[in-house]
């Protein structure tokens, strides 16, 4: 069963748009979601989070938007630039302990 | 500063043999997790253990087990390894148990 939910393996944006990822869950138990950006031969690195008694954090060009009703998380990256192509997972999380995470979404940013 | 370091970065064993990762925290982080994450997936929760206490275990075999030293350093140990724990294996530290996680290189192996 999957908990957390990333249906598009990838998106393609053109360089100064907007990028936005989306993520689904369905353990109603998490309490804090989180953002990482992957590159190939490398950890994942933690980019952005937020609380759910939040709907939306803020962090430079990244936004994060949490619909609890829906179930719903998305990442908002403008504007895009080539550097953030990569894979990004979502994940979500229980009482701070293991962090589940989607099956990521490859981003291509084109010059 | 230092962050999440892992060793070694890839290993080859064989179906069979015993396996040790090892990890250090990024200084004055008390908790570390394991993650498995095969290709075309998400990391998959191992392990995390909280000032040398096991906090969590993920669905894995028991042939997977672990333990955090009195520095916080950390060791994964597979036995029995079988081709499907081929895999990158990440480490991850926190500053406490509700922080953000920060994670190492991995290490890659790959079992044939």
């Known amino acids: 069963d999957q908990q957390v939910k990333q249906n598009s393996p990838s998106l393609s944006v053109q360089e100064g748009r907007i990028s936005i990822l989306n993520c689904d869950y369905t353990?109603?138990?998490?309490?804090?979601f989180l953002w990482y950006k992957k590159y190939p031969a490398e950890g994942p690195t933690f980019l952005i989070s937020?609380?759910?008694?939040?709907d939306k954090n803020e962090d430079g060009r990244f936004t994060v938007f949490l619909n609890k009703s829906a179930k719903h998380l998305s990442l908002h990256i403008v504007p895009s630039q080539p550097g953030d192509s990569a894979v990004y997972f979502c994940a979500g999380n229980t009482g701070r302990r293991a962090l589940t995470f989607g099956s990521g979404t490859r981003l291509q940013v084109q010059p | 500063d230092a962050g999440v370091t892992q060793s070694p970065t890839h290993l080859i064993k064989t179906r069979g043999q015993h396996v040790t990762l090892r990890c250090s925290p990024i200084s004055g982080h008390k908790s570390v997790s394991w993650y498995q994450q095969v290709l075309g997936q998400g990391p998959q929760f191992i392990f995390q253990y909280y000032e040398k206490e096991e906090r969590g275990r993920g669905n894995f075999p028991d042939r997977f087990s672990a333990r955090q030293f009195p520095n916080y350093s950390s060791e994964l140990n597979v036995n029995a390894l079988l081709l499907g724990d081929s895999a990158l294996y990440l480490c991850?530290?926190?500053?406490?148990?509700?922080?953000?996680?920060?994670f190492g290189q991995g290490t890659r192996l790959t079992v044939v």
């Open positions: 991850a530290s926190t500053a406490r148990e509700n922080t953000e996680a920060f």
């Open positions: 353990n109603s138990m998490f309490d804090y």
């Open positions: 937020i609380s759910s008694i939040k």
